[in-house]
């Protein structure tokens, strides 16, 4: 992300601002550059008298502020994170009259997971006056796709299109949790490597043959002897394939087909971009809208709902996981 690298290169080129106020709702990117701001404004014999961690939730602004207007021990800064400080949502507002006049010698962080910052009030604008101010936003799934090949390649590793595919497909879109399977991987494997769905079921676990991803194609591809054989392995490991996570799945491919069927266009440029998907899947949307017609795919959307339901216990007459997926089958099928 072009603006993560540009804060981290003005820190280390000495352009250091007193305030980095970091929010939104993907946490990957603030603890990124919050960790490199802890590692790198201070050395170590700096950090033990000018280094602080504040919680959001054990904190007021007051608190933020005291300890934010406090001088610097023999060193040019003192750093001062607050971690959690989305519990300090109510009373945010209140840090603008440090903000307008903010310490000079304090690297205030504060990190402001999984809200938003309300642009129009006068924190934030007073916040960009003096300092930087970085909006950490989700992903879409199209995208994580091409974020962990980068993360791999500066690494010097790559990977398959299809191991790409199956770790999002397995992991969502939490780029922290995907980074720490990617950093298990890095140690298990030598540089120059290209992943592949082997080592991911090697050493991460994620079956490459038995998954939600392998399940969503066969469907589409209305194969249902490999369809069976997947639903049958997922009932015997219910665990590491919870019913209600297909479920999710499956009506999120249903409802792109159904999205796919209203298009005029259907390029695989513009399929790719109005369905945010990876152009790796556009094929199988082509063959997957053969296969079940608009007025098919409504009904199919009608019927997950109500085996979502039923998985979460609503109207299933205490049926198991493994007759779960198998009626699942049969109503798209």
């Known amino acids: 992300m072009e603006e993560v690298k540009q804060i981290v290169l003005d820190i280390k080129a000495g352009n250091i601002k007193p305030i980095y106020f970091l929010f939104g709702e993907e946490p990957y990117y603030i603890d990124k ?75 205030l962080v504060i990190c402001y997971k999984y809200k938003k910052l309300d642009k129009r009030k006068n924190l934030s604008k007073e916040i960009k006056k003096k300092g930087v101010i970085f909006e950490s936003k989700k992903l879409y799934e199209n995208q994580v796709s091409d974020w962990l090949r980068k993360v791999l390649r500066s690494s010097g590793y790559t990977i398959s299109n299809k191991a790409a595919i199956l770790l999002v497909d397995y992991l969502g879109t939490d780029l922290s949790k995907i980074n720490n399977e990617l950093e298990k991987l890095k140690l298990a494997l030598p540089k120059n490597t290209e992943i592949t769905p082997a080592h991911i079921e090697e050493h991460i676990g994620i079956s490459k043959d038995y998954n939600n991803f392998e399940l969503k194609k066969a469907i589409g591809e209305r194969n249902i002897i490999k369809a069976t054989r997947i639903i049958n392995y997922f009932a015997q490991n219910q665990k590491d ?65 109500i085996m979502d339901l039923k998985g979460k216990g609503v109207g299933a007459n205490a049926l198991s996981a493994s007759d779960l997926l198998k009626e699942l089958l049969v109503k798209i099928m």
Do not use: C, W
Not at 51 to 61: C, F
Not at 65 to 90: D, G, W
Not at 245 to 273: E, I, P, W
């Open 33 to 107: 550059i919050s960790e490199y701001i802890e590692k790198n404004v201070l050395s170590e014999e700096e950090k033990g008298f000018n280094q602080m961690v504040l919680y959001g939730k054990d904190v007021s602004v007051e608190d933020i502020v005291s300890n934010a207007k406090r001088y610097p021990m023999m060193a040019p800064y003192q750093v001062l994170v607050v971690k959690e400080a989305q519990h300090l949502s109510r009373t945010i507002e209140n840090l603008i009259d440090y903000v307008k006049n903010p310490q000079e010698t304090t690297v």
């Open 241 to 305: 394939n919870p019913f209600v996570l297909t479920v999710s799945v499956l009506n999120l491919f249903f409802m792109q087909l159904l999205q796919y069927h209203g298009l005029k266009d259907r390029s695989s440029k513009n399929v790719a971009s109005k369905l945010r998907i990876n152009p790796y899947f556009v094929n199988e949307f082509q063959l997957a809208a053969k296969n079940y017609p608009m007025r098919n795919v409504s009904q199919i959307i009608s019927h997950l709902r």
